[in-house]
């Protein structure tokens, strides 16, 4: 048969087969369009879900300014009545309106670095036990969800704890050394505050940990090293930004305790003679006595504690960021 009239036959649009070819190219079609109203839809999409996080990200950014501004605005009547001396000043008399900040400042520093101090070797044992030793199991388990627990309790509950129990051992081990004390100070709220932070750094640690190479480790294995020189030699170094933000995140919670600090530091407004010696913080000394701030300059100094606190914060954030970058490069 000629192949002409095959053609004619197989193209005609009433033939079988030319039915079917054109519901097929029909059908082809019909996912074109759709294929290309899909691409289209994913990409309104895409740009609407990255304007969103461009506006949150925005957002967060007024928010922080906003934040300053307002702590700036309301303290102008102290920045006004007390100048740069505020910083300095040792005195905090609201009846003769004489106010200084350095006992708090100094409180607040104490306090921190100490606390971080302390929980330093317990967050890192945590975090290298549970993301190297026992990554698995039921006593993982175990010790994970204590860890959890610990940052869930609330403050105040760590205040009645101290009361209780750090006050009395802190009182007695501070005159069996020869240092009169009451209990109540600096030491006994860093205690607190080091309990309050350990799960910050251990979390971040043993996260970190896990993520380190398998062939890293299995080559330090298989050129004979034991198991500590493993994690001093190639876990500790492949991680250690990400212990050292641990670190970072475990001073800022430190820095800002408010309810805790309060109820064990004795709330003194003089500077410390020694670790034991009573004090006050910069959040405890706001949340003490904003409520009864009944004079103007008064309640602008209080509000420029806070401002002092906000700066302190946000420059030990400054340098962490620092640190970390030139510990990953």
Do not use: C
């Amino acid at each position: 048969m000629d192949t002409s009239v095959n053609n004619d036959l197989i193209t005609r649009p009433d033939s079988i087969l030319g039915r079917v070819i054109t519901s097929a190219k029909l059908r082809d079609a019909v996912k074109g369009i759709k294929r290309i109203k899909r691409s289209h839809r994913q990409i309104r999409t895409e740009n609407v879900f990255r304007r969103t996080l461009v506006l949150v990200g925005l957002a967060m950014v007024v928010l922080v300014f906003g934040i300053m501004i307002t702590l700036i605005v309301q303290s102008v009547p102290a920045i006004k009545a007390l100048g740069a001396g505020f910083l300095w000043g040792k005195g905090w008399d609201p009846v003769r309106d004489s106010y200084g900040a350095l006992p708090f400042l100094t409180g607040t520093l104490l306090t921190s670095f100490l606390a971080l101090a302390i929980s330093i070797p317990f967050s890192f044992a945590v975090a290298i036990f549970l993301g190297e030793y026992y990554p698995k199991g039921w006593l993982s388990d175990l010790l994970k969800n204590t860890v959890e627990l610990i940052a869930a309790v609330p403050s105040v509950i760590y205040g009645f704890w101290g009361l209780a129990v750090l006050v009395p051992i802190v009182r007695s081990f501070s005159n069996l050394m020869g240092v009169a004390s009451v209990g109540y100070g600096i030491f006994t709220s860093s205690l607190i505050l080091a309990v309050m932070i350990i799960p910050y750094a251990a979390s971040l640690g043993r996260s970190m940990i896990q993520m380190v190479p398998s062939n890293l480790k299995e080559g330090a294995y298989a050129l004979g090293a034991t198991r500590w020189e493993v994690i001093r030699s190639v876990i500790l170094p492949y991680t250690r930004s990400g212990l050292f933000a641990g670190i970072l995140l475990s001073l800022g919670r430190a820095l800002g305790e408010t309810m805790a600090v309060t109820m064990v530091i004795g709330n003194t407004a003089l500077m410390p003679k020694n670790i034991f010696s009573t004090g006050n913080t910069m959040a405890s000394v706001i949340a003490n006595e904003l409520g009864e701030a009944d004079k103007r300059v008064y309640n602008a100094a209080l509000i420029e504690l806070g401002l002092v606190l906000f700066l302190v914060t946000v420059v030990i954030n400054l340098i962490g960021k620092k640190v970390i970058t030139r510990f990953t490069n």
